[in-house]
């Protein structure tokens, strides 16, 4: 007889009018209840209620056929019917791959090797967080623009997706969502800015010196994404680029000003 | 996150149910930045294309011709068309359109082949570059806000939809009605190049900057000047040179005050 001690074993459903499964005789066998919120419960009590049915199977067949009307009702609504080991990992339910928004914003780091690759899915959940960080620099510089910035992202969004669309001609393939998930990402050299203005004396020309860099930086970046994810892209490079580097100046703004 | 593709079509067309620009601004989202009213032009010219309904398609191609034609531009007719624009006098050329027989009508050649054709790139690009510089003239002088570079695109959208609408009327009027809006609109943008170098004169000069204005704005007006005549002669159906010449005169004089008043960039809504 094996103890299990932590695994959380999937006892069957047990109906009142079926017989027991065949595995039975493994359900005396565990003791450990595995529903930590499982109340102790007399099997002679009479009072049926709902309960996760990993633990209340186990009493089920403990106390008898009565409790298999309701558990077969309760296990029956729930969407995985078993156990929660069926379910997916929230952070993958929801779509949220930390390991690829690091990759991701890892190669923004690099200005000069553009890696379109693995940007071709593309996902909001690394700009999210790009924008809720440069919020967060902006709040420490004594700005509050969380509106502000976030209404100025969707609009760059849509207007580089019109004038890439519009140029790249009649094959323009650029979706909204792919278009937004790299403009987003391209914001790390602009957040990388605002930490840095935390740290640099106002005023000077020093300052616009440190923001021309940054903003290069993103113009090259988004380019080069921009280029190697559409399709018609290649001709129009300058004028991609010129639009992108219009809407990094205007977020420089925001912060050096 | 695999692609949502709720978000986009495969051909490009933007989401529908854009909100109109109109009601935006007092929304916490709004009136920010350069591009939601002219991604609202893109969108109607894609639904054109996209659209099954009789009734859309036939209103709206009243209104707006093919913007895709607009947008056929390489770097080179993005550079030889600002040195029309800002030193019209020294095109050595002719200002005619080149034109085609497609299809059995004569239809204009595509910014790529034809520097006298009119885009849009140039306009959009110009706006939002009057933006960006209208942002650094406020900050060096300290009065950087974001409502306030909000208002300066504002009034910039309010004065380049005034110029294309003084336009089409003036030449609707004359009977040149069947000049597209867009290429009104297109023209009216093109202002803005000498707006920007107005801007960064006043940046780099402090007081003299109002000799550039008095330049750039003669300069617009003759380039304005030299491409409604064509469009006139094209299209006109009376004759009468003396209104003619009034109306062109006077469309030479018209980039001046949008100029003067635009590149002067404040804070406030008026003024």
């Known amino acids: ?257 | 996150m695999s692609t949502d593709e709720n978000l986009g079509f495969q051909s490009g067309v933007p989401i529908p149910g854009l909100n109109p620009p109109s009601n935006q601004f007092g929304n916490a989202f709004c009136g920010a930045g350069s591009g939601l009213i002219r991604e609202g032009l893109g969108a109607y010219g894609k639904r054109i294309c996209g659209s099954s309904s009789q009734y859309v398609q036939s209103n709206i191609i009243k209104c707006f011709s093919d913007p895709q034609y607009y947008f056929q531009v390489n770097a080179h007719y993005v550079r030889n068309k600002l040195k029309i624009i800002l030193f019209p006098f020294l095109h050595r050329g002719h200002w005619t359109r080149i034109t085609e027989p497609i299809g059995g009508r004569l239809s204009y050649n595509p910014p790529i082949n034809d520097i006298n054709a009119p885009d849009l790139y140039i306009p959009f690009m110009t706006f939002a570059t009057y933006l960006v510089l209208a942002g650094i003239s406020l900050g060096l002088s300290g009065k950087f806000s974001p409502e306030a570079l909000n208002w300066q695109f504002v009034k910039g959208m309010a004065s380049w939809l005034f110029q294309a609408m003084l336009l089409k009327a003036s030449l609707t009027s004359l009977g040149g009605g069947e000049a597209p809006l867009l290429d009104m609109i297109a023209y009216a943008g093109y202002t803005f190049t000498g707006l920007c170098v107005a801007v960064v004169g006043r940046i780099t000069l402090s007081y003299a900057y109002y000799l550039i204005v008095i330049w750039t704005s003669m300069c617009s007006g003759i380039f304005l000047a030299k491409t409604i005549k064509l469009t006139l002669y094209a299209e006109a159906r009376s004759y009468d040179v003396t209104i003619h010449n009034y109306l062109l005169l006077g469309i030479a004089f018209s980039p001046f005050p949008f100029i003067f008043c635009l590149s002067n960039p404040t804070g406030n809504w008026i003024s």
């Open chain 1, 1 to 257: 007889m094996a103890k299990e001690a932590k695994q959380f074993a999937i006892p069957p459903v047990v109906f009142p009018s079926g017989g027991n499964p065949s595995a039975g005789s493994n359900i005396q066998q565990r003791r450990v209840p595995t529903a930590p919120f499982q109340p102790p419960r007399s099997s002679a009590s009479s009072i049926p209620f709902m309960s996760f049915d990993i633990g209340s199977a186990a009493a089920a067949s403990t106390s008898g056929s009565f409790y298999g009307g309701p558990i077969g009702s309760g296990s029956s609504s729930l969407p995985g019917g078993t156990g929660f080991e069926d379910e997916e990992p929230l952070l993958d339910e929801l779509g949220i791959h930390p390991d690829q928004i690091w990759r991701k914003t890892k190669s923004i780091l690099h200005p000069f090797r553009v890696n379109p690759d693995l940007h071709k899915e593309s996902d909001m959940s690394g700009p999210f967080l790009l924008y809720v960080s440069l919020c967060l620099f902006q709040l420490l510089a004594g700005k509050i623009q969380f509106g502000v910035i976030l209404g100025w992202i969707i609009v760059s969004f849509f207007f580089l997706y019109v004038v890439v669309n519009m140029l790249a001609g009649r094959n323009g393939n650029l979706e909204l969502h792919r278009c937004a998930s790299v403009v987003g990402y391209s914001l790390l050299p602009v957040v990388i800015l605002s930490a840095t203005m935390l740290f640099v004396p106002q005023g000077g020309s020093f300052v616009f010196a440190v923001a021309a860099v940054f903003v290069l930086w993103a113009t090259r970046v988004c380019t080069g994404l921009m280029v190697a994810l559409v399709d018609g892209g290649d001709e129009h490079r300058g004028l991609i680029a010129y639009a992108c580097f219009l809407i990094y100046t205007l977020f420089s703004f925001l912060v050096i000003f």
